[in-house]
């Protein structure tokens, strides 16, 4: 199995499947009420530094960062997020945009090898981000979708995701510096979306081989008290072959180093006892 490799300019976070599995915190991104919406809108970069430094003390080993809404410059705002990011604090980042010209300013403030999410299998798509993964050296994101959508079975997602595979391949891509996202849907929807997502895990780790990453907590969209939904999800994709997910970090940290423990992937239970006793350290009880 591969072993991919993310660092920003000090230290390493190591994703494979002798490793914890690795928690992208969700948090910086413009969906939904709160101060980091408005900060992008306004241009105030202190609620953005605070909650980048939130998701590392609750657990997260690398930050995932969007910009992407309505009325916001992705061109100009997108860098400028980084940029106070990576000043702030030595973590590696997962950028999320499709937009070329925002990802390659971004890419040129020297971001270490961080994560480019996320390619779909679109043509237009491939061929505007995936030279800018080979010429910056990132690990990129394959997402199972196209212009079609989503597909609703394994078989096809599968698919999309060689079709992917076929062109990183051709421009010598290492596949170690591939994540494959399998998509997770909102069970509220379709009661067979995890089903069809945890198959398709299996899948592609058995015939490719490649990493996993997953937005766990679309699972559970539309639904009351998510954090069980997402929790027993979350188990069942470590046990699928998940190495990487985005999540909140402050709720489903517990959760996931728990699963790691039960699974075999925390040797000695060191990561579990590590974490629990920097909990206490930290707290005022």
């Known amino acids: 199995m591969k072993t991919t490799v993310i660092s920003p300019r000090g230290k390493e976070v190591i994703i494979g499947d002798n490793a914890p599995t690795v928690v992208i915190g969700e948090r910086v991104n413009p969906f939904g009420k709160g101060p980091v919406k408005e900060a992008l809108l306004s241009g105030t970069m202190e609620p953005i530094r605070e909650e980048a430094l939130k998701q590392l003390e609750t657990g997260a080993d690398i930050l995932n960062v969007s910009v992407n809404a309505f009325g916001i410059d992705e061109g100009v705002v997108f860098p400028r997020v980084i940029s106070e990011i990576i000043n702030a604090a030595d973590v590696p980042l997962c950028l999320e945009s499709r937009n070329p010209v925002a990802l390659e300013e971004t890419l040129k403030l020297g971001c270490g090898k961080p994560i480019t999410s996320s390619v779909t299998g679109e043509d237009r798509v491939l061929d505007e981000i995936l030279p800018l993964v080979k010429k910056y050296n990132t690990v990129v994101v394959a997402l199972a979708s196209d212009a079609s959508g989503i597909p ?27 994540l494959v996202d399998c998509i997770a849907e909102s069970s509220a929807v379709n009661d067979r979306a995890a089903i069809v997502t945890l198959e398709t895990m299996r899948i592609v780790k058995r015939e490719l081989g490649v990493n996993l990453v997953l937005g766990a907590s679309n699972v559970s969209f539309g639904l009351p008290n998510r954090t069980v939904i997402n929790s027993v999800f979350l188990s069942l994709a470590i046990q ?14 517990p959760y996931i180093i728990a699963a790691d423990l039960l699974l075999g992937r925390d040797p000695w239970a060191r990561q579990y006892v590590t974490y629990y006793r920097r909990l206490k350290s930290v707290s005022p009880h």
């Open 240 to 253: 699928a072959g998940l190495t990487c997910a985005i999540v909140n970090a402050a709720k489903m940290k």
């Open 152 to 178: 609703k079975e394994p078989p096809k997602r599968l698919q999309i995701i060689k079709q992917i595979i076929d062109r990183t391949d051709k421009m010598n891509i290492p596949r170690e510096d591939i």
